[in-house]
């Protein structure tokens, strides 16, 4: 918990700097680059819980690591609760990417492609592996292609891919789902990067109040659990699917604004 709130602490107060080292136009393209980095971590934390969760009985480790989280998620709501989040598509991309991170293994499991212990690995190593190359080839793009239109491209392509897993269309949804990564990857430091602009002696106070859009993180997976236990596994990425809409209208005004 220390650690995560320290690396919390430094991400929020080193993302406005990096987008002012250079040029403003490639400030997305520099965000991006920096936080491929994450994806180390990413990469680690299913393999850990993985071990922890499903090697085994399960029987003694399960309570732990959800209890952790449950403190941290809740001592996070009671904190911002009445706080009003400034930045609605980072927002709701958080809900998009939590929710599919949480939900990776029941859905892959849900119909006996994969055990759990698997699908851990594959998690880590497949989805989250994906994810961090898919933010460097995007870092690398948008050096030579303005970020709007990198961004509006690849909400297309993650508001088809969740489309396809809600429509249960077998091998092909599971593939579309392993694309909603790779595309997914810019968002984040891409949105911060374009909601930075222009703001000038804002920019570290902007940063710290975006920062806080992480909170759908603890909303999105609520929302997914909720419809698939009324549905299925599959039709609950219409929760994803809904974050990413927000995100390609976002990046469609942002683009169509630059235009003018």
């Known amino acids: 918990f220390v650690i995560g709130c320290g690396l919390t602490f430094l991400e929020t107060a080193a993302n406005p700097y990096v987008t002012e080292l250079g040029d403003r136009e490639t400030a997305a393209s520099r965000l991006n680059l920096a936080q491929s980095f994450n994806g180390l971590g ?7 819980g993985g071990m922890l969760l499903f090697s085994g009985n399960g029987d003694a480790n399960i309570a732990l690591p959800y209890t952790v989280m449950g ?17 609605m598509a980072l927002f709701c991309y958080e809900i998009a990417e939590i929710s599919i991170n949480s939900f990776f293994i029941n859905y892959v499991t849900d119909d006996g492609w994969l055990d759990a212990h698997e699908a851990a690995i594959v998690l880590s190593f497949g989805g989250l592996g994906l994810f961090m ?35 249960n269309l077998g091998t092909l949804s599971k593939g579309a789902l392993f694309a909603c990564y790779i595309f997914e990857a810019i968002m984040f430091p891409t949105i911060f990067a374009i909601s930075l602009r222009g703001l000038g002696d804002y920019t ?57």
């Open 133 to 167: 190359i898919g933010r460097i080839i995007g870092s690398w793009i948008m050096s030579y292609i303005r970020a709007e239109k990198v961004l509006f491209i690849c909400a297309i392509f993650t508001v088809l891919g969740a489309l396809f897993v809600t429509l």
């Open 42 to 48: 990413c990469i680690c934390a299913p393999v850990i």
């Open 204 to 260: 570290k106070r902007a940063s710290s109040f975006l920062m806080m859009s992480p909170i759908g993180g603890a909303v999105g997976p609520l929302l997914m659990g909720y419809v698939a236990d009324i549905s299925t596994m599959s039709f609950s990425f219409v929760v994803p699917l809904f974050g990413y809409a927000v995100v390609l209208i976002y990046s469609y005004m942002v683009m169509a604004k630059k235009l003018r």
């Open 71 to 87: 403190v941290i998620v809740l001592s996070v709501a009671l904190i911002f609760f009445r706080i009003r989040l400034p930045e």
